[in-house]
């Protein structure tokens, strides 16, 4: 029997050997989610810029822009749960909303990002759960590089679109 897709969710679970502390701060601070995820991070509070080291709280808004795409494409949206340690959660645009949940396993953290309230349209299944999935399985094998190596594997040229990292 197929099994059943779930349009409307998926999760992507990978183990980091790394401290809760680092894994953490790399999501919930503009330092940290420069390093393996995005071009610029503006987290912002009641209007005003974070400071680079600045953990993010609930409630907080962002501007994300990536390497490899041009500054119009970009997100901006809500910080809905950060809980300092194990939990970090935000609006993703139209795609939905992600929670990334840490624990610790053995001498590393696992990770386990969901993401969720995907629309089940035609336009959600191929965008936002397969693209975003995608997406989600390079950054998160980028994340464990950056943290556990130093070796950043994102394209930082925008003149070479379309390519699996970034």
């Known amino acids: 029997m197929p099994e059943i897709i779930d349009w409307t969710r998926f999760e992507l679970r990978i183990k980091v050997k790394a401290s809760m502390p680092l894994v953490y701060d790399a999501w919930s601070t503009r330092q940290g989610m420069e390093k393996w995820f995005l071009r610029q991070c503006g987290y912002m509070r009641s209007g005003n810029a974070l400071p680079a080291n600045s953990q993010v709280r609930r409630g907080d808004t962002y501007h994300w822009l990536w390497h490899g795409w041009p500054d119009d494409v970009e997100e901006n949206g809500e910080i809905l749960d950060a809980d300092g340690a194990e939990t970090f959660a935000f609006k993703f645009g139209a795609a939905g909303k992600v929670s990334v949940h840490l624990q610790a396993h053995d001498d590393a953290v696992m990770l386990r990002l969901l993401q969720y309230e995907i629309p089940d349209t035609e336009a959600g299944r191929h965008h936002w759960h397969t693209g975003c999935k995608t997406g989600w399985t390079f950054y998160l094998t980028n994340l464990k ?22």
Do not use: C, K
């Open 145 to 166: 590089a950056v943290l556990e190596t130093g070796i950043d594997l994102r394209n930082r040229e925008t003149g070479i679109p379309n390519v699996v990292n970034g």
